[in-house]
């Protein structure tokens, strides 16, 4: 949101000459200003509904600025505030900020300083209305649930969950710890002709091994000590809709032939019988490993892999979708208000900024955990940068979209240089014409590069 908007500003001030300046100033920039010399005459102008910020002294006559600020936000709790501070009443100005306020300007201020705050605090407030617009449009399109953003990638990964899902085909989730992969397998069975059927869950690394196999495919009485009663497995009670295996790449080998033959024949043994039960489940299953590198390691079968992939689904991780973090911040601050009985507070501009360029290494468990906290936390009506955990706080440098951790004894650079022509050739297929664009210099010194740290 900007000037070029027509941004609507309340201006509040009983300091006429103060007033009539900073209504000049604004204007100029091309706001359009309301202007008004009480509290009692800002709660009339804010009943119009269709103003963007408000700019009032915390010092006047009758209604003060704390007071028209918590009047304020009653009826329009969303309402963006700068407020306006005489010089040394810095502690009056952090208390209106704990009530909302995005920004304080201290007199005598200049030209410069409120046209800067006037634009931060629009911009946020544009970031909000858009994050609630995307959000809504995303959540629209189909039945995703929980799964909250508009990132590209995102939105790339949900148009081919849209195409994946009006089939039976077994797909294979591949994401990092904490990205979502069950929301997105949620996500297919809820699009999917099975919709209305059971949607099972089984966490193939949370489960003991000698308890697997019943686990899977049931059991009948007497099969083993303590089977004290026949028993579905989590085939069975999937009849008719889809069944999640989790963390397939837990799975003990011993079981995987097992799986293999349920996945070819649509037949299952239950533990103790000798018939064979049919079975209608379509398979779903999510790793946060490498398969591949794991049946090098002859560690999981590669007619199984083949099987489970016949669509692979790459969920990113948080870092690959800056974007989506704001939304989803908010969205877990509503969340977790909710279910503590809070009121949700408000965040500063310094808050998303910090949330925005750290790399989240546990993805969005991390920031749904991180954003409770903060919420159970609050002392105030908002929150900052400064409440954010100290493992949070604690900035790394950064070049581009490549983030950098220095140990405390140093580093050495060639290794540093090694990792970034890999890197390069990685993001770039292994083009190494690419590659050398990719990092700025010729093909020439890339070769030669390559070269030198034998990655020829």
């Given at each position: 949101?900007?000037?070029?908007?027509?941004?609507?500003?309340?201006?509040?001030?009983?300091?006429?000459?103060?007033?009539?300046?900073?209504?000049?100033?604004?204007?100029?920039?091309?706001?359009?200003?309301?202007?008004?010399?009480?509290?009692?005459?800002?709660?009339?102008?804010?009943?119009?509904?269709?103003?963007?910020?408000?700019?009032?002294?915390?010092?006047?006559?009758?209604?003060?600025?704390?007071?028209?600020?918590?009047?304020?936000?009653?009826?329009?709790?969303?309402?963006?505030?700068?407020?306006?501070?005489?010089?040394?009443?810095?502690?009056?100005?952090?208390?209106?900020?704990?009530?909302?306020?995005?920004?304080?300007?201290?007199?005598?201020?200049?030209?410069?300083?409120?046209?800067?705050?006037?634009?931060?605090?629009?911009?946020?407030?544009?970031?909000?209305?858009?994050?609630?617009?995307?959000?809504?449009?995303?959540?629209?399109?189909?039945?995703?649930?929980?799964?909250?953003?508009?990132?590209?990638?995102?939105?790339?990964?949900?148009?081919?969950?849209?195409?994946?899902?009006?089939?039976?085909?077994?797909?294979?989730?591949?994401?990092?710890?904490?990205?979502?992969?069950?929301?997105?397998?949620?996500?297919?069975?809820?699009?999917?002709?099975?919709?209305?059927?059971?949607?099972?869950?089984?966490?193939?690394?949370?489960?003991?091994?000698?308890?697997?196999?019943?686990?899977?495919?049931?059991?009948?009485?007497?099969?083993?000590?303590?089977?004290?009663?026949?028993?579905?497995?989590?085939?069975?009670?999937?009849?008719?809709?889809?069944?999640?295996?989790?963390?397939?790449?837990?799975?003990?080998?011993?079981?995987?032939?097992?799986?293999?033959?349920?996945?070819?024949?649509?037949?299952?043994?239950?533990?103790?019988e000798s018939g064979l039960i049919p079975v209608d489940a379509r398979i779903i299953s999510a790793t946060h490993l490498d398969l591949e590198s794991r049946i090098k390691e002859a560690s999981f079968r590669e007619d199984l892999w083949y099987r489970l992939?016949?669509?692979?689904?790459?969920?990113?991780p948080l870092r690959e979708r800056p974007e989506d973090i704001s939304v989803l911040a908010e969205h877990f601050l509503v969340?977790?208000?909710?279910?503590?009985?809070?009121?949700?507070?408000?965040?500063?501009?310094?808050?998303?900024?910090?949330?925005?360029?750290?790399?989240?290494?546990?993805?969005?468990?991390?920031?749904?955990?991180?954003?409770?906290?903060?919420?159970?936390?609050?002392?105030?009506?908002?929150?900052?940068?400064?409440?954010?955990?100290?493992?949070?706080?604690?900035?790394?440098?950064?070049?581009?979209?490549?983030?950098?951790?220095?140990?405390?004894?140093?580093?050495?650079?060639?290794?540093?240089?090694?990792?970034?022509?890999?890197?390069?050739?990685?993001?770039?297929?292994?083009?190494?014409?690419?590659?050398?664009?990719?990092?700025?210099?010729?093909?020439?010194?890339?070769?030669?590069?390559?070269?030198?740290?034998?990655?020829?």
């Amino acid at each position: 949101m900007s000037a070029n908007t027509r941004s609507n500003i309340l201006l509040v001030d009983d300091d006429d000459n103060l007033r009539r300046v900073v209504e000049y100033q604004l204007t100029q920039e091309g706001y359009a200003v309301t202007s008004v010399a009480s509290g009692q005459d800002a709660l009339a102008a804010l009943k119009s509904g269709s103003l963007h910020l408000m700019i009032t002294d915390i010092l006047m006559q009758g209604m003060d600025g704390m007071q028209l600020l918590r009047r304020a936000r009653i009826a329009h709790p969303d309402l963006a505030a700068i407020v306006i501070t005489a010089h040394g009443e810095v502690d009056r100005a952090v208390e209106a900020m704990q009530l909302g306020a995005l920004d304080f300007l201290e007199k005598p201020f200049s030209r410069e300083r409120i046209l800067v705050a006037v634009d931060k605090a629009l911009q946020l407030v544009g970031l909000r209305d858009e994050n609630r617009r995307l959000r809504a449009m995303v959540q629209s399109e189909a039945n995703f649930g929980n799964i909250t953003g508009s990132s590209p990638a995102l939105r790339a990964l949900l148009a081919d969950v849209k195409l994946a899902a009006d089939s039976d085909a077994t797909v294979l989730i591949q994401g990092e710890s904490g990205t979502g992969k069950e929301l997105i397998a949620k996500a297919l069975h809820l699009n999917s002709p099975r919709r209305e059927g059971p949607f099972i869950v089984v966490n193939c690394g949370a489960i003991p091994e000698n308890l697997m196999e019943s686990e899977l495919f049931g059991h009948s009485r007497g099969a083993f000590t303590g089977a004290v009663a026949d028993r579905k497995g989590k085939f069975e009670l999937a009849q008719g809709g889809t069944l999640f295996l989790d963390e397939i790449g837990e799975l003990p080998m011993p079981l995987q032939p097992k799986l293999l033959r349920v996945l070819q024949e649509g037949e299952i043994e239950k533990l103790g019988e000798s018939g064979l039960i049919p079975v209608d489940a379509r398979i779903i299953s999510a790793t946060h490993l490498d398969l591949e590198s794991r049946i090098k390691e002859a560690s999981f079968r590669e007619d199984l892999w083949y099987r489970l992939n016949v669509i692979l689904l790459r969920v990113p991780p948080l870092r690959e979708r800056p974007e989506d973090i704001s939304v989803l911040a908010e969205h877990f601050l509503v969340k977790h208000a909710r279910h503590h009985g809070r009121t949700v507070p408000q965040m500063e501009g310094d808050l998303l900024e910090r949330l925005e360029s750290y790399d989240w290494p546990g993805n969005i468990r991390e920031l749904e955990n991180t954003m409770e906290r903060l919420v159970v936390l609050c002392r105030g009506e908002s929150i900052r940068a400064a409440d954010l955990p100290q493992s949070l706080l604690r900035q790394r440098p950064r070049y581009g979209g490549v983030r950098i951790e220095l140990p405390a004894n140093g580093i050495v650079l060639e290794e540093l240089e090694r990792d970034l022509l890999e890197e390069a050739l990685r993001r770039c297929q292994r083009n190494r014409s690419a590659a050398a664009r990719f990092l700025g210099i010729s093909r020439q010194t890339f070769l030669y590069r390559l070269k030198k740290f034998d990655l020829e």
